[in-house]
């Protein structure tokens, strides 16, 4: 049975309902009150109309005897004009009908009127001739009388000019809208660029093309852009801490796997004592890698959290190397206090010595010598032989990873990178000197908080 595939939501369309929903909901509320106003407008026009016409209905009032001749203002009205007109006393009962309303048989025009007059205008009234009528309410005084006088227009044709006015409205709003959907449309996408820049932006980072979002966003998202720089580059630097410590653990294991070789093939050595060295040395590896993986996940500054005594650990490195370098007879020395500790974890002060007395041993002509002091808080270790020693135009050099003083010899040029790593992690200097021995001095100060 096939499923049919649910269309994809979009944030666009989203956007379009409901802003053009709301402009519409807005465009037709006021439209609506905008025919509203109109009519009352009409119905206040009309009115002001038949104030003017005062004359004229004051002359069908005399006609009827309803106020006295002796009214001189009305001799300048000649024009005579019939109404559909009543008037009221104050509790709206009828007291007379114009002719032409008695006409049409509309003789309760203020009672109807009364039930609808706290409405709000216009006051349309459907009478019992199936007509509908706007009625207008005159309170006027004439000859110091005063009338409540009702005055009725046909609604037809107010209607149909009302109609018009709201099919021109409506058809304006309905221009409106279709301009303030295409600005939507515009603004949408227009707005939408710097998400669509970012997406192809973040493309290229997958692909390996950049190394991060460039600048230039809008405000809104700055917070976005600079949030997703910092979470690639802790990514990146995560991947690079992952890779280094491979590669550290590669290169340490290497130095101890010499071992183990170099202690199979002694054949000094009975059953017993190669099974204590070997395991020894497989003993120091698993420390390694334990010490590898947890600075692969929190750094080198995660595991400044205990010390370590220098002296045996230094006894430990030179029994290893002196098995690896066996053929070359080197003399090796010492000056370490037995009270003298790291500030450190085990791992990092292997690392850090392990790394210059393997370098020592292995370009050594046949002395070695390794110190450690304390003076006025600061910690300092010496690793000096009697080599080639360090051309001066590469002693900077050297501490980057992939860069080897000596190219004579397999390696990787990682054991000083590692090296300069570690000791700026503790906030300590390396530096590469000349040794008295005339080879080369690797000093390192680290201060004791």
């Not at 709003?173 to 932006?201: D, K």
């Not at 002060?349 to 808080?377: P, Q």
């Not at 390696?411 to 080879?439: H, K, M, R």
Request: aromatic share 6%.
């Amino acid at each position: 049975m096939r499923i049919a595939m649910r269309p994809k939501k979009r944030l666009l369309t989203r956007m379009f309902l409901t802003s053009l929903s709301i402009i519409a909901l807005v465009g037709f509320g006021l439209a609506w009150m905008v025919n509203i106003l109109h009519a009352q407008n009409s119905y206040n026009e009309e009115t002001a109309k038949l104030i003017a016409e005062i004359p004229q209905v004051a002359a069908e009032l005399r006609e009827h005897d309803l106020i006295p001749d002796t009214s001189a203002w009305l001799e300048e009205n000649n024009t005579q004009q019939s109404y559909v007109m009543a008037s009221c006393d104050d509790q709206f009962k009828q007291i007379w009908t114009s002719a032409l309303a008695v006409d049409r048989g509309l003789f309760d025009i203020c009672e109807r009127f009364n039930s609808i007059r706290d409405d709000i205008p216009p006051y349309f009234l459907s009478m019992n001739d199936q007509r509908g009528y706007f009625a207008y309410l005159l309170s006027v005084d004439i000859a110091s009388i005063h009338y409540n006088l009702l005055v009725l227009k046909d609604a037809e044709k107010i209607q149909q000019e009302s109609s018009k006015f709201a099919k021109r409205t409506y058809l304006r709003l309905a221009l409106v809208l279709a301009l303030a959907l295409l600005l939507l449309v515009s603004a949408a996408y227009w707005g939408m660029q710097p998400l669509g820049r970012m997406r192809n932006e973040l493309k290229a980072i997958i692909q390996g093309r950049n190394q991060s979002l460039s600048k230039g966003y809008p405000v809104e998202l700055e917070g976005i852009t600079q949030a997703l720089n910092e979470l690639i580059r802790q990514s990146g630097e995560q991947q690079q801490r992952y890779q280094n410590a491979m590669n550290d653990l590669a290169h340490s294991l290497k130095t101890r796997l010499a071992a183990v070789h170099a202690i199979t093939d002694d054949q000094n050595l009975n059953r017993k004592e190669m099974a204590e060295k070997v395991m020894e040395q497989v003993s120091q590896m698993d420390h390694l890698v334990k010490y590898q993986l947890k600075r692969a996940m929190l750094g080198r500054k995660g595991l400044k959290k205990e010390t370590t005594m220098i002296e045996p650990l230094i006894n430990q490195l030179s029994q290893m190397l002196f098995k690896v370098y066996r053929d070359k007879n080197v003399a090796f020395t010492a000056n370490v206090s037995p009270e003298l500790a790291f500030p450190g974890e085990q791992g990092d002060l292997m690392e850090l010595v392990g790394n210059l007395m393997e370098n020592a041993f292995r370009l050594c002509i046949s002395t070695v010598l390794v110190t450690a002091t304390k003076y006025k808080n600061i910690l300092e270790i010496i690793v000096e032989d009697d080599g080639p020693g360090v051309d001066e135009s590469l002693r900077e050099k050297i501490t980057q990873r992939g860069v080897r003083a000596d190219t004579r010899s397999s390696g990787q040029g990682i054991g000083l990178a590692v090296c300069q790593e570690i000791v700026d992690s503790y906030g300590g200097t390396l530096t590469i000197e000349q040794s008295e021995l005339e080879g080369a001095l690797f000093r390192i100060t680290i201060p004791l908080l």
